[in-house]
Structures are given as structure tokens and as C-alpha cells.
């Protein structure tokens, strides 16, 4: 299982960025997926997340700027994110709830992407 987010960068507070997160997983075996965050000295924590019937789910401090979405046929999830601050300055992670076929379901991690916004 691999999976590859990109999209982060330096963007000036206000703007926005796209996170995308590729992945080589079968969409029978997902149960969901998440956007996460950790900021420096910060614990990692969750951003916004989505199952695999398309339930959305977001932190306060996204809710109304960001937005998840997934294209199955492409296998991408997105993070759009609007109207940034620099509190959202982080480095962002892709995460993918598997159903392992066995009656149990894990998370596999991608590697980060670092959003940095300036003032």
C-alpha cells in the first residue's frame, strides 16, 4: 500500500492550497479516509475525514474553509483549503482506514506534505 500526498507549500494567509493524496488501493477494501495535521510541538490531530459512502467529517478549525473529497476513478482524495491562517501551518498527512477482509480494519500513513502560511 502506498500513498503519496502532495500539494503542500508557501501560501500568504488568506489563500488557498489543494492537497492531493494518490494511492494504489483497491476501493472495495476502504472504509474511509483522513487529512491530518502536526504542527510543531503540537500532537498530530485530525483535519477532516471521509468514509467510503461519502460521510464527511470536520474539525471546528476547518469546518467552512476546507473541504475533503475523493475521485475513486483516479484514485485521489483531496483537502481543499480556503481562507488559510497561519495556525494551519503544518505538516499534513493522508491517512486511509483499510478493512483487512479478516474482521478487523488498520490505518496506513503517507508521508507528510508542509503547508506554511504566512502572515
Known amino acids: 500500500v502506498q500513498l503519496q500526498a502532495s500539494g503542500g507549500g508557501l501560501v500568504q494567509a488568506g489563500g488557498s492550497l489543494r492537497l492531493s493524496c494518490a494511492h494504489s488501493i483497491s476501493p472495495l477494501t476502504i472504509n474511509g479516509w483522513g487529512w491530518y495535521r502536526q504542527a510543531p510541538g503540537k500532537q498530530r490531530e485530525m483535519v477532516a475525514t471521509?468514509?467510503?459512502?461519502?460521510?464527511?467529517k470536520y474539525a471546528d478549525s476547518a469546518n467552512g474553509r476546507f473541504t475533503i473529497s475523493r475521485v475513486n476513478a483516479i484514485n485521489t482524495v483531496y483537502l481543499q483549503m480556503n481562507s488559510l491562517k497561519p495556525e494551519d501551518t503544518a505538516v499534513y498527512y493522508c491517512n486511509v482506514d483499510l478493512n483487512s477482509g479478516l474482521g478487523y480494519s488498520y490505518d496506513v500513513w503517507g508521508l507528510g506534505t508542509q503547508v506554511t502560511v504566512s502572515a
Open positions: 471521509i468514509t467510503s459512502g461519502g460521510a464527511t
